[in-house]
C-alpha cells in the first residue's frame, strides 16, 4: 500500500467517524438535554381565608346624635382567591358596631312643653358587605398589603334611652367601604396572620326622628387571620 | 374548614344582631324626667292667692278598687307638698285658706301603673316524665313566664279657680318620672325634679 493510499484511507475513516459523531450529537430525540428543575419553596397553596377582627370607628356625620368614638365593634368575614394570579380575592363581612354618647341634662323646650332630662344616645350598625380586594404582593410573604373595595347593606338602629323611657327607630341603607391595609404573617406563608386595615364607610341610612342623614365612619380594623386551602 | 367558618360566621352574625348592650340602670335613674306645660292663654300675673294641702297628695293605684284608698298622707306626701308650696311662694303667690275664695288650686297626685302578666308556652321537650311498669316517657307539657311592670308619676297641676265657667281651668301642670325606679331611698331626687320642674317655668310667677 502506498503512502498515498494510506492517507486516502485514513481520511475516509475520519471521515465517517465525523459523521457518526455529528449523528449522536445531533439526535435530541435519543438524547434529551436534562432540565434543569428549579426547586422553590412555595409552601401551601392558600386559596381562601377568614377573619375576626376588632373594629374600632369614629363617625363623620351625625356628630349632633353621637361624636364619640366606638370601641365596641367587630368584623367577621372571609376572602377567596379569584385566580391563580394571587392578586384579586373576593368575599364578604358582616359588621357590628355600637356607638353611644351621653348627654348631660338639658331642658329642651318646644311650643309650651319644655323637658329636662339627661340622655343616653346609642346607634347600632350592622353591616353585610362584598368586598374585592387587591394584593399587592404573593400570600406567601410575611408582609402582604392590600386595598379593597366593598359594597352591601347596612341596617341601623337608632334609640334614646332617658331614665326608665326610650324612643327608638331604624333605618336601611347602602353601604360602599373603601378599605387598605395589609396581612402580617409569623413567618412566610404562615396558616395564622395579623390583620390590619383602615376603612371609610358610607352609608344611605337616614332618619328623620332622629335627625340622622347618611352615615359616614372611618375605623380601624386589627384582628386574626385564618389562612386555608 | 369552610363548613365551620359558615357555621361560626352565622352563629356570629345571630349573636351580634341580639347584642344590643345599653346603659346601666345605675346611671340613667340618676334623675328624673321632668315634663312642664302651661296655658298660653293664662296671665300669670293676674292671680294672687292659691290653696293647696300641705299634707296629703292623691294617689291612684291601677289595680285599686277600693275608692276610699286614694290618698297618701304624711311622711313623703308631705315631703313633696311642702316643696311646691315653697315654689309658689317664691314664685309670688299667696297661699290662703280653702274657704277664702283662691285664684287658683294647686293640686298633688301620684299615678301609678303595676301590671303583671303571665305567658304561657308549649315545651315539646322533656317538662315531665310519666312513669309505668313498662318504663316511662318524657312528655310535653306547658311552661309559663311572668313579666312584672311597675311605674309611677308625680304630677302637680296649677288650677285657675278664678274662670272656672269659661272652663279654661288648667294653667300650669308638670309630670315627673318615675318614681318607682329611682335608687334614691330619701326624696332629695323628687325634690330636686319639684324644683327643676319651676325652673323650667319661669312665666309662672306674680
Not at chain 1, 373594629?55 to 367587630?74: A, E, Q, V
Not at chain 1, 387587591?134 to 400570600?139: A, G, H, Q, R
Not at chain 2, 293605684?61 to 317664691?90: F, H, R, Y
Request: charged share 15%.
Amino acid at each position: 500500500m502506498t503512502m498515498k493510499n494510506i492517507i486516502f484511507s485514513i481520511g475516509i475513516v475520519m471521515g465517517f467517524s465525523g459523521v457518526v459523531n455529528a449523528q449522536y450529537y445531533y439526535d435530541r430525540t435519543k438524547n434529551p438535554d436534562k432540565v434543569a428543575v428549579q426547586k422553590t419553596s412555595t409552601g401551601r397553596d392558600f386559596d381562601h381565608f377568614f377573619y375576626f377582627s376588632w373594629d374600632l370607628n369614629k363617625p363623620l356625620s351625625n356628630n349632633n346624635f353621637i361624636s364619640s368614638s366606638s370601641t365596641t365593634g367587630t368584623k367577621l368575614g372571609f376572602r377567596k382567591r379569584l385566580n391563580d394570579e394571587d392578586k384579586l380575592w373576593v368575599g364578604g363581612d358582616f359588621g357590628w358596631a355600637v356607638y353611644k354618647q351621653y348627654i348631660p341634662t338639658q331642658t329642651y323646650t318646644v311650643g309650651t312643653q319644655s323637658l329636662t332630662t339627661d340622655l343616653y344616645n346609642y346607634t347600632y350598625n350592622y353591616s353585610l358587605v362584598a368586598n374585592i380586594d387587591y394584593f399587592f404582593l404573593p400570600m406567601k410573604g410575611l408582609f402582604v398589603p392590600y386595598a379593597g373595595f366593598g359594597i352591601g347593606g347596612s341596617y341601623v338602629k337608632f334609640a334614646q334611652y332617658y331614665n326608665i323611657y326610650g324612643t327608638s327607630g331604624d333605618s336601611w341603607g347602602v353601604m360602599i367601604r373603601p378599605e387598605a391595609g395589609f396581612l402580617l404573617g409569623f413567618k412566610e406563608s404562615s396558616p395564622w396572620r395579623i390583620k390590619a386595615a383602615y376603612h371609610y364607610d358610607y352609608a344611605s341610612n337616614t332618619n328623620s326622628d332622629f335627625n340622622y342623614k347618611n352615615f359616614m365612619n372611618t375605623g380601624f380594623q386589627v384582628g386574626i387571620v385564618k389562612m386555608a386551602w | 374548614m369552610r363548613k365551620y367558618f359558615w357555621i361560626v360566621f352565622l352563629a356570629g352574625v345571630a349573636f351580634l344582631w341580639g347584642c344590643q348592650p345599653k346603659p346601666n340602670a345605675s346611671d340613667l335613674l340618676k334623675k328624673m324626667v321632668v315634663t312642664t306645660d302651661y296655658n298660653t292663654t293664662a296671665n300669670f300675673s293676674n292671680y294672687n292667692t292659691y290653696w293647696m294641702s300641705l299634707d296629703t297628695v292623691s294617689y291612684f293605684l291601677n289595680t285599686s278598687t277600693n275608692p276610699a284608698d286614694t290618698l297618701a298622707i304624711g311622711g313623703e306626701a308631705s315631703e313633696v307638698a311642702t316643696e311646691v308650696n315653697s315654689k309658689m311662694t317664691a314664685a309670688g303667690y299667696t297661699r290662703v285658706n280653702k274657704n277664702a275664695t283662691p285664684d287658683m288650686w294647686v293640686h298633688i297626685y301620684v299615678v301609678e301603673n303595676y301590671s303583671i302578666s303571665q305567658s304561657y308556652y308549649y315545651n315539646p321537650y322533656g317538662y315531665g316524665y310519666y312513669g309505668g311498669y313498662y318504663g316511662g316517657y318524657y312528655g310535653g307539657g306547658y311552661s309559663s313566664t311572668v313579666s312584672v311592670s311597675d311605674q309611677a308619676n308625680l304630677y302637680v297641676f296649677v288650677v285657675d279657680l278664678k274662670h272656672k265657667s269659661s272652663g279654661k281651668a288648667y294653667l300650669w301642670g308638670c309630670n315627673i318620672g318615675d318614681l318607682v325606679s329611682t335608687p334614691d331611698p330619701t326624696s332629695a331626687t323628687l325634690l330636686n325634679a319639684i324644683d327643676q320642674a319651676f325652673k323650667q317655668s319661669p312665666y309662672l310667677k306674680k
